[in-house]
């Protein structure tokens, strides 16, 4: 029997630090119960001392997870850990993830600690931690920079004081595959205890090797691998999920090994995390992105139809790109769209199945087939944001030759419908100009982005916004068959995550300081 590698998905919390990315409680319920299905280990929730509305989201998750364990991430503080213990502990298999820097530019720098303290503080952490819960992982900021020694003697510290799991992660993404791999083995070789804990890493995609780095340490002895749905993270994003589990599935003959995934689960999340995040999939990304499976060349094309193997490596099926996607119209009744939700993995509550039964007729009028995708926008965007603070209620342009462009905007806001009316130069800048004023946001547009849901001529626009306003970066997203009511869509949904961000600021783990 092969090795088994374990999952460690961190969607819900380096996922979250691409700018712009941050989900609300609900949102991460939902992606949360998607990675369940498609069968991670652990999933990391959130960061509990980074602000309540991360330690409020971490407790949600914790509370529908009946499989993977769900980790809260704490730095050595007492207060930290407490809070992750706070978040966690009703989770039916919790655990708690401390980390501390530990390459020498960290502790002069950022930490102002010697080595002597990190160690200290790293094994008062894990005793702490461990007085919760068995379950803890230590993590080795920087680690791939670090002294090889040294890491040596931190993770041999943390181990005796309890940790289950050890993690060695290249936090710059600095790191190159046959060097990174050099150094799982001086690890294993040179941790006398290492054998008490699964060593885990943890890359980043700064050079494009975070994949390679990955599969390169668990060839030499990891066996945990911190991943996220489409890769996404910070800066150049982490190791994506996809790539890591298929790279095993598809070359077993050199990567003998075997994890829990649900390899047809991977689309169906990978197409949840765009949706709710608003993070774009590139069209060319492997296993996840829209042309990984498109033939073009005609000599493809012919080889393919006689037999797939010539040119596919997997069967898109096997990622859960299925070929037949049904599709429900006009006539489709609840029953039929209830016993289709479920089979997509939704599980809606009568009330919210009944408010998305309107909206699907609403769209169904608007477009013949409603497909998976159109499906997944409704439930995403019309049922998991009914908490915000806005919500657009109506919309009227006008426009053309000679015409000053206007609009006229209804907003939803605690209850009430409020009207405005403004110019602009074109209808979608007066539908943005409308909004602007009546909800008095200060945020900048830095990008606007437009494309189609879906092939075919009836697909619905699918907008994406970026805004900014001070440090807060948010996306905001917006589907419909109409793409300036898209578009006004999206830019309240990207108004109402920046009234997100101002309640709940997000702590980023790089910039953090030690201060106990
Ligand atoms: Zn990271």
């Known amino acids: 029997m ?94 708690i993830h401390t980390f501390i820097a530990t390459s020498d530019i960290h ?12 160690v200290e503080a790293a094994v008062n952490a894990v005793k702490y931690a461990k007085s919760f819960t068995d379950d803890v992982e230590f993590s080795a900021e920087d ?35 046959h060097e990174f791999a050099e150094l799982v083995k001086y690890v294993m070789e040179h941790t006398p205890n290492i054998h008490q804990a699964i060593l885990s890493v943890h890359c980043h995609n700064d ?6 780095n990955t599969l390169a340490a668990i060839q030499a002895g990891a066996r945990q691998a911190e991943v996220t749905v489409n890769g996404i993270g910070e800066r150049a994003g982490n190791t994506s999920l996809e790539e890591v589990v298929m790279a095993m599935h598809t070359r077993p003959n050199y990567l003998d090994f075997h994890t829990n995934i649900v390899t047809e689960q991977i689309h169906p999340a990978s197409r949840l995390v765009r949706m709710i995040t608003g993070i774009m999939v590139q ?3 492997a296993i996840v992105g829209a042309n990984a499976f498109a033939h073009e060349a005609g000599i493809h094309q012919d080889g393919v139809l006689k037999n797939p193997m010539t040119y596919e ?8 790109l299925s070929k037949n996607n049904m599709v429900l119209g006009k006539h489709s009744g609840r029953h039929a769209l209830r016993s289709h939700l479920a089979d997509m993995g939704y599980v809606l509550s009568d009330e919210e199945l009944q408010d ?25 965007i019309g049922i998991l944001r009914t908490s915000d603070k806005y919500s657009l209620d109506y919309l009227h342009v006008s426009a053309g030759t000679g015409v000053k462009p ?109 201060n106990e």
């Not at 993690?167 to 993404?173: C, E, H, I």
């Not at 050079?207 to 390679?212: H, N, P, R």
């Not at 490596?313 to 859960?320: F, N, Y």
Request: hydrophobic share 40%.
């Open 207 to 212: 050079l494009g090797l975070a994949t390679s």
């Open 283 to 285: 069209p060319n990304k």
């Open 107 to 118: 502790l002069e720098h950022k930490l102002k600690m010697d080595r002597d303290q990190v």
């Open 313 to 320: 490596i997997m069967r898109p099926e096997t990622v859960g």
């Open 356 to 380: 998305l039964f309107i909206k699907f007729k609403d769209l169904a009028d608007k477009k013949k087939h409603v497909v998976d995708e159109d499906l997944e926008a409704l439930v995403s």
């Open 406 to 514: 206007t609009a006229t905007v209804g907003l939803k806001t605690n209850g009430d419908v409020l009207m405005g009316a403004e110019f602009g130069n074109g209808p979608i800048d007066a539908a943005f100009n409308t909004i602007a004023k009546m909800t008095g946001t200060t945020s900048e547009m830095l990008r606007f982005t437009v494309s189609a849901l879906t092939g075919g001529t009836d697909a619905q626009g699918e907008v994406t916004v970026r805004l900014q306003e001070g440090k807060n970066i948010a996306l905001g997203r917006g589907v419909d068959p109409d793409i300036i009511t898209a578009s006004a869509k999206a830019y309240v949904n990207g108004i109402n995550r920046l009234e997100y961000l101002r309640d709940n600021p997000v702590i980023s783990d790089k910039d953090v300081v030690e």
């Open 143 to 177: 680690g791939s920079r670090s002294d090889r020694d040294y890491l040596c003697r931190v993770f041999e510290a943390a181990i005796a004081a309890g940790a289950t799991t050890v993690n060695l992660p290249d936090t710059v993404g600095y790191a190159i595959p």
């Open 2 to 95: 092969s090795d088994r590698v374990y999952i460690f998905d961190t969607t819900l919390r380096d996922g979250e630090q691409s700018p712009g990315a941050t989900m609300n409680a609900k949102e991460k319920v939902r992606i949360a119960s998607r990675l369940e299905a498609l069968g991670v280990d652990i999933m990391e929730a959130g960061f509990p001392a980074a602000s309540e509305g991360d330690f409020a989201a971490v407790q949600d998750v914790a509370a529908v997870c009946q499989k993977s364990s769900v980790a809260g991430l704490a730095r050595t503080s007492k207060s930290d850990i407490d809070k992750a213990w706070g978040a966690v502990q009703h989770a039916k298999h919790p655990r």
